[in-house]
């Protein structure tokens, strides 16, 4: 029997998602479950011997390598520094080794030293290593330029999973997005016709995590959920039935567009499933800038209308904003802020501008001569988006820019500026239809995360009265909404010191004075090469 070990590598440095203070409020040691190893182990033979390791909430023993006969890890950028030393260990201990997921599928070259690479999605690709693998003859890189079928992805293996280390899991309905925006690698990766799972596939993925005692909130980690908005319609009335008849066990979250606001049909049918909150990419409130970055579906609207329509349907809203695209025509950090306190977004995840590898906005800044040489290579100390960003030279002084992410930072996350935003929350959130009951086991934990909670914020001068006053206020006004508030709360425990952080690398950037230096002479890897321009492979549906 064959023993395959999977890794999930460590996400090393701090960033804005690397919320482990908030979990450790809960017990829990990461945010989120690795989905994509969960999967790839449900796509591997069955017979074979299957073990998770997942070096963000576990300590790491080299000697588990000796068990394993094949390595299975990968994972997305922030990752790739501990992803390249498993596959250093691995490989002395003899062991083959195979990588896959995002980053090796953006930038192959950066993963040489495993024996295969196995890109793109693993329900395409993974059978002819298998194949390969029986005959005895395997490839150094398997590509395949189909789409999965969603139709005839497994159950991922949740069974590899300790759920209690995590605060959330995850399960995915659909892959791809219709937009066109130009920093994004989703379309890249997964294409621009949305492909979906039937809702009995979903549903029997929720039957396998409620079989195997879990409850409590399900991220649902699709691009957009509503790429496909006729097929979630579908699915929602399916998701409820089924809910109802074993008492509502899990509640949601996503990520969707904010063309969500238009369709009140669609989002009185989450609120009826139970979606507490959702992520909206609003990148910035300039049209202009929008138009620039082929994010038109945000133009036109008033965002803060749009943000308030869908908090009164019971889910928060948490926010990405860009800072220094290039059709940013001066300073926009007041313009931010504005939209900030103006839609009442608390968790606002600004960052400076990103090139992603595998995407247009890479091959663009390449042609232009403007991209970092070594743009998609990650470095010990750098973070994610918030402190690593510009990887590029900026057409605005990069000084500018800097500086304007600085005060939005600064201004955003400062305690009052917080708090008041999730009184805003508070008062706009509605509750009244909840009817997800946590178990007695998770009412305990969180209880124990209130006192935990009240410690570390309620206590210190710099929180205490905005966290007292948000906490009870919320208590009186809405208690329906008390428990989404806390979550909001808690998450200031990590967001404050986190802001903090990263106004002190900003600062030591914006002193050092730094400019990237310009392109290098790497050509673009295969993936970046081959890649086909998503305006014109995937005509959206
Ligand atoms: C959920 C999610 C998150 C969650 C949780 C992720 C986690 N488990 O920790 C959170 C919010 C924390 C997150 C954060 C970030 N994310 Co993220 N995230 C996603 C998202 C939306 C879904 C991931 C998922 O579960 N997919 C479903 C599974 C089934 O797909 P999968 O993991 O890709 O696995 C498939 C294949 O890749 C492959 N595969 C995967 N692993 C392996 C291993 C082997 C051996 C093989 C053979 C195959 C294989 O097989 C699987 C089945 O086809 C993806 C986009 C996407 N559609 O995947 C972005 C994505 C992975 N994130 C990305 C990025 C950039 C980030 C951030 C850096 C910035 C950001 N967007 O906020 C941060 C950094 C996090 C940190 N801690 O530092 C990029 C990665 C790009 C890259 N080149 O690496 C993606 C692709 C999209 C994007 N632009 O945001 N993310
Ligand atoms: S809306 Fe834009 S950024 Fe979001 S997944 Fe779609 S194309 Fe990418």
Same mark, same amino acid.
């Given at each position: 029997?064959?023993?395959?070990?999977?890794?999930?590598?460590?996400?090393?440095?701090?960033?804005?998602?690397?919320?482990?203070?908030?979990? %450790?409020?809960?017990?829990?040691?990461?945010?989120?479950?690795?989905?994509?190893?969960?999967?790839?182990?449900?796509?591997?033979?069955?017979?074979?011997?299957?073990?998770?390791?997942?070096?963000?909430?576990?300590?790491?023993?080299?000697?588990?390598?000796?068990?394993?006969?094949?390595?299975?890890?990968?994972?997305?950028?922030?990752?790739?520094?501990?992803?390249?030393?498993?596959?250093?260990?691995?490989?002395?201990?003899?062991?083959?080794? $195979?990588?896959?997921?995002?980053?090796?599928?953006?930038?192959?070259?950066?993963?040489?030293?495993?024996?295969?690479?196995?890109?793109?999605?693993?329900?395409?690709?993974?059978?002819?290593?298998? %194949?390969?693998?029986?005959? *005895?003859?395997?490839?150094?890189?398997?590509?395949?330029?189909?789409?999965?079928?969603?139709?005839?992805?497994?159950?991922?293996?949740?069974?590899?999973?300790?759920?209690?280390?995590?605060?959330?899991?995850?399960?995915?309905?659909?892959?791809?997005?219709?937009?066109?925006?130009?920093?994004?690698?989703?379309?890249?990766?997964?294409?621009?016709?949305?492909?979906?799972?039937?809702?009995?596939?979903?549903?029997?993925?929720?039957?396998?995590?409620?079989?195997?005692?879990?409850?409590?909130?399900?991220?649902?980690?699709?691009?957009?959920?509503?790429?496909?908005?006729?097929?979630?319609?579908?699915?929602?009335?399916?998701?409820?039935?089924?809910?109802?008849?074993?008492?509502?066990?899990?509640?949601?979250?996503?990520?969707?567009?904010?063309?969500?606001?238009?369709?009140?049909?669609?989002?009185? *049918?989450?609120? %009826?499933?139970?979606?507490?909150?959702?992520?909206?990419? $609003?990148?910035?409130?300039?049209?202009?800038?929008?138009?620039?970055?082929?994010?038109?579906?945000?133009?036109?609207?008033?965002?803060?209308?749009?943000?308030?329509?869908?908090?009164?349907?019971?889910?928060?809203?948490?926010?990405?904003?860009?800072?220094?695209?290039?059709?940013?025509?001066?300073?926009?950090?007041?313009?931010?802020?504005?939209?900030?306190?103006?839609?009442?977004?608390?968790?606002?995840?600004?960052?400076?501008?990103?090139?992603?590898?595998?995407?247009?906005?890479?091959?663009?800044?390449?042609?232009?001569?403007?991209?970092?040489?070594?743009?998609?290579?990650?470095?010990? *100390?750098?973070?994610?988006?918030?402190?690593?960003?510009?990887?590029?030279?900026?057409?605005?002084?990069?000084?500018?820019?800097?500086?304007?992410?600085?005060?939005?930072?600064?201004?955003?996350?400062?305690?009052?500026?917080?708090?008041?935003?999730?009184?805003?929350?508070?008062?706009?959130?509605?509750?009244?239809?909840?009817?997800?009951?946590?178990?007695?086991?998770?009412?305990?934990? %969180?209880?124990?995360?209130?006192?935990?909670?009240?410690?570390?914020?309620?206590?210190?001068?710099?929180?205490?009265?905005?966290?007292?006053?948000?906490?009870?206020?919320?208590?009186?006004?809405?208690?329906?909404?008390?428990?989404?508030?806390?979550?909001?709360?808690?998450?200031?425990?990590?967001?404050?010191?986190?802001?903090?952080?990263?106004?002190?690398? $900003?600062?030591?950037?914006?002193?050092?004075?730094?400019?990237?230096?310009?392109?290098?002479?790497?050509?673009?890897?295969?993936?970046?090469?081959?890649?086909?321009?998503?305006?014109?492979?995937?005509?959206?549906?």
């Amino acid at each position: 029997m064959t023993r395959a070990l999977l890794v999930h590598p460590e996400f090393r440095t701090a960033s804005f998602w690397n919320y482990r203070a908030t979990c %450790e409020l809960v017990g829990a040691r990461y945010p989120a479950a690795p989905l994509g190893l969960c999967t790839v182990g449900a796509l591997l033979p069955q017979d074979w011997e299957l073990k998770l390791v997942d070096r963000n909430v576990e300590t790491w023993d080299e000697s588990v390598l000796d068990w394993a006969d094949i390595v299975c890890t990968g994972g997305m950028l922030p990752q790739q520094l501990d992803c390249l030393d498993v596959i250093r260990a691995a490989k002395k201990k003899g062991k083959r080794v $195979i990588v896959g997921g995002p980053d090796p599928t953006s930038s192959p070259h950066i993963y040489k030293e495993a024996d295969s690479l196995v890109l793109g999605e693993a329900e395409v690709t993974l059978p002819k290593f298998l %194949e390969d693998l029986k005959a *005895g003859a395997t490839q150094p890189v398997y590509v395949d330029p189909r789409s999965a079928d969603m139709g005839k992805t497994p159950t991922p293996r949740f069974d590899l999973l300790k759920f209690d280390l995590y605060n959330h899991v995850g399960i995915q309905f659909c892959r791809g997005c219709p937009f066109l925006c130009e920093f994004c690698d989703i379309i890249e990766l997964y294409g621009r016709v949305p492909r979906a799972k039937s809702p009995g596939q979903i549903l029997a993925e929720l039957q396998r995590l409620y079989e195997l005692g879990y409850r409590g909130h399900v991220d649902l980690v699709d691009d957009n959920f509503i790429g496909n908005k006729k097929l979630v319609k579908e699915f929602l009335p399916q998701l409820k039935a089924w809910l109802i008849e074993r008492d509502w066990p899990f509640e949601f979250t996503t990520e969707a567009s904010v063309n969500l606001a238009d369709d009140v049909e669609l989002m009185q *049918g989450m609120r %009826e499933v139970g979606f507490f909150a959702i992520f909206v990419g $609003i990148e910035s409130p300039d049209e202009a800038t929008l138009i620039a970055m082929k994010k038109k579906q945000n133009t036109g609207r008033s965002l803060a209308d749009s943000v308030h329509a869908i908090m009164k349907h019971g889910m928060w809203v948490n926010a990405g904003f860009i800072l220094g695209c290039d059709g940013e025509k001066g300073s926009v950090a007041q313009g931010i802020i504005q939209c900030i306190e103006d839609t009442g977004i608390p968790v606002n995840m600004a960052g400076l501008m990103f090139a992603l590898p595998n995407t247009q906005l890479t091959r663009r800044l390449r042609r232009e001569g403007r991209l970092r040489e070594d743009y998609d290579v990650a470095m010990e *100390g750098h973070g994610d988006q918030c402190t690593a960003g510009l990887n590029y030279e900026p057409l605005r002084p990069r000084a500018d820019i800097l500086t304007d992410y600085l005060t939005v930072i600064e201004t955003t996350f400062a305690p009052a500026a917080y708090f008041g935003r999730v009184r805003k929350v508070a008062a706009l959130l509605d509750s009244s239809h909840r009817r997800h009951k946590p178990s007695m086991k998770q009412m305990w934990k %969180e209880t124990k995360a209130f006192f935990k909670m009240a410690w570390k914020l309620g206590m210190p001068s710099a929180t205490r009265g905005q966290f007292w006053r948000t906490f009870l206020g919320t208590l009186f006004r809405n208690p329906k909404s008390i428990r989404y508030i806390g979550s909001l709360c808690a998450l200031y425990v990590h967001f404050g010191p986190f802001s903090r952080y990263v106004a002190g690398k $900003i600062r030591e950037q914006i002193a050092a004075g730094v400019a990237m230096p310009r392109v290098g002479p790497r050509p673009p890897s295969a993936a970046e090469a081959t890649a086909p321009d998503p305006a014109v492979a995937s005509p959206a549906n």
